[in-house]
């Protein structure tokens, strides 16, 4: 396991994807979890705690550029580090 005394703050906004400006490295060192609705989500690719939504891949459908077409969801967004 991982020891999270030491890990970063989470932000408020984080995504999977290298590419986006919201993607931060450091995070990804660590077991994080998500919580959407008092549900535990494992297929989340981005967060916004602020705004409430999440984004997830819509089935195995892929955009124009190979990458999973996302679906944004509304709710109670919990981010935490697993440990």
Request: charged share 30%; hydrophobic share 35%; aromatic share 10%.
């Amino acid at each position: 396991m991982t020891d999270t005394t030491n890990a970063p703050a989470l932000p408020d906004r984080l995504s999977i994807d290298p590419r986006s400006p919201f993607h931060v490295p450091a995070v990804f060192e660590h077991d994080i979890g998500i919580r959407f609705n008092d549900k535990e989500r494992f297929d989340v690719s981005e967060y916004c705690i602020s705004e409430g939504w999440i984004k997830v891949p819509s089935g195995k459908t892929l955009d124009r550029k190979g990458q999973p077409l996302l679906i944004q969801l509304k709710g109670r967004v919990e981010v935490f580090y697993k440990s």
